[in-house]
């Protein structure tokens, strides 16, 4: 055999050998290769289908859990009591300082007259009248978003000009002939009230005057125009040297519970529970305490 032949028949023999090497090495390769992209495609979506779903997916829940401890913001208008005009005035600028962005904006007038406008359509997010009466009225038309929570109670005492020219001391002489005596008409909570405590002493009370705010009642009282009135404790307190005021047993007939809602055509329903939370808590309760209400009790969070 020559020396070319000889050449030749090694080569061929090594290019044997290196198939046969190769090509388990090949299929190894492949088989690897194969197994991984079957175990991406279990953990994506699908054969043939790309990730997106999924990552939309996630970023939506990713969104509604954000979104879901939101802050509140924009406007709210509440509607309550007179008698609430002091708190609620502090408690709106503590939440607005707590949520920048927020505006609260607060109407105060006689729970029943609030009562009205919101049956009439009159544009309202918290109402927070001065008796569950009231709140019931608008509950019954279905206006009310949710359960009301009673969150303060209120009693009445006597206003007289400081220093009690008249000499009153007790609920009886507001009946004395030729006293000039002031009181919340009846369908307002605090004239209620009055006739309740009234009834219960036996005492006929003939008010020169029926207002439909007790806010108007101490007003007459500190002008010098009346020479009694019957107001909320809290009323008198927040006059300071205006007034003077005369406790009376009586007024424990007549606890007032004020409760608090959401209305059900408010347009920021958001903000409007965020406020009603911050009334209801400890800051609201500390606020209202302060003022001279009373807790609300074991009656708190519910009206009937």
């Known amino acids: 055999m020559t020396r070319t032949s ?14 046969l090497a190769v090509l388990p090495a090949a299929v190894l390769l492949l088989t690897v290769l194969t197994g991984c992209a ?13 990730n997106s779903a999924g990552n939309s997916a996630g970023n939506s829940a990713g969104n509604s859990a954000a979104g879901s401890g939101a802050k509140p913001e924009g406007t709210i208008t509440v509607f309550a009591a007179a008698s609430l005009k002091g708190t609620f005035t502090e408690l709106a600028r503590t939440f607005e300082a707590e949520n920048p962005g927020t505006t609260v904006a607060l109407s105060f007038a006689g729970s029943s007259d609030l009562a009205s406008q919101i049956s009439q359509g009159a544009p309202a997010d ?5 008796d569950l009466a009231n709140m019931k009225k608008v509950q019954d038309a279905g ?3 949710g359960a009301a929570r009673n969150f303060a109670t209120n009693t009445l005492a006597i206003a007289v000009a400081p220093g009690n020219p008249a000499g009153i001391t007790a609920l009886k002489d507001l009946a004395r002939p030729g006293l000039k005596l002031v009181t919340c008409a009846r369908q307002v909570p605090c004239g209620t ?5 009234a009834e ?3 005492v006929a009370l003939n008010p020169v005057s029926e207002e439909n705010a007790v ?26 040297s205006k007034v003077a005021g005369i406790q009376f047993p009586e007024s424990g007939s007549a606890v007032n519970t004020y409760p608090i809602a959401g209305v059900a055509g408010g347009r920021n329903k958001a903000a409007a529970r965020a406020f009603l939370d911050l009334v209801t808590g400890p800051e609201g309760r500390r606020v209202l305490a302060a003022a001279g209400f009373g807790p609300a009790g074991a009656g708190a969070g519910s009206v009937k």
């Open 6 to 19: 000889t050449r030749t028949a090694v080569s061929a023999s090594l290019a044997r050998l290196l198939s």
């Open 193 to 197: 009230a009055a006739a309740t405590a």
């Open 38 to 50: 079957a175990g991406g495609a279990a953990q994506g979506t699908g054969p043939g289908e790309d």
């Open 200 to 202: 219960a002493a036996g």
């Open 143 to 145: 206006l009310v978003d």
């Open 126 to 130: 918290v109402f927070a009248p001065a």
């Open 215 to 240: 806010t108007d009642v101490l007003g007459k009282v500190a002008s010098g125009e009346a020479d009694a009135g019957l107001v909320y404790g809290t009323d008198i307190k927040a006059a300071g």
